[in-house]
């Protein structure tokens, strides 16, 4: 059995490559796993419990 890893970002690009695998390959002889690839959500700044804006600290 082939193994495909599809990456997708939700643009109409990487919808329409899921229609291209799914003509592509038969669902007896393939595994396809989709990723959601999304971007991170990094604020620049946040605020605390009193609203006070501080710098972002990276982990």
Not at 2 to 12: F, T, W
Not at 28 to 41: S, Y
């Amino acid at each position: 059995m082939k193994k495909l890893l599809l990456p997708i970002d939700g643009s109409p690009r990487s919808l329409r490559a899921i229609q291209v695998v799914k003509q592509s390959y038969s669902p007896d002889e393939t595994e396809v796993t989709i990723l959601l690839v999304v971007p991170e959500a990094r604020p620049s700044k946040m605020t605390d419990e009193n609203d006070e804006v501080t710098p972002h600290a990276r982990p």
